[in-house]
């Protein structure tokens, strides 16, 4: 089993940028996908971004697509996730979480994902 440790939130204004991290142990990180979700007061949890580590191909939520990066660091097993140009609807609590197998369209969906860490808050002021 893979363990997820999130973390990077925090408070920026509208048009700031920050970086998440997601540090992976326990577990072959390669074998893995790595994915970010949010979940924003009243709202369902809702895929961000994934990666495949093994090749790096990613994949992207429409809403976030041009402003987010997400990238693998195999040496460290963790994973980032670059956001700039950030908006006050981004704010949610954002998750990563772990799963094998080929991704899909239906990546987007929390309930294929197996391994979850812990959540961390990123909250964009207007």
């Known amino acids: 089993d893979v363990q997820l440790q999130a973390s990077g939130g925090g408070l920026v204004q509208a048009g700031g940028s920050l970086r998440l991290s997601c540090a992976a142990s326990?577990?072959?990180?390669?074998?893995?996908?790595i994915g970010w979700f949010r979940q924003a007061p009243g709202k369902e949890r809702e895929g961000v971004s994934c990666i495949t580590v093994s090749d790096g191909s990613t994949y992207y939520e429409d809403s976030v697509k041009g402003r987010f990066a997400i990238s693998a660091d195999n040496a460290k097993n963790t994973v980032y996730l670059q956001m700039n140009n950030l908006k006050p609807e981004d704010t949610a609590v954002y998750y990563c979480?772990?799963?094998?197998?080929?991704?899909?369209?239906?990546?987007?969906?929390?309930?294929?994902?197996?391994?979850w860490g812990q959540g961390t808050l990123v909250t964009v002021s207007s």
């Open positions: 979480a772990a799963e094998q197998g080929a991704i899909d369209i239906t990546w987007y969906y929390p309930e294929r994902w197996d391994y």
């Open positions: 326990g577990s072959s990180f390669d074998d893995y996908n």
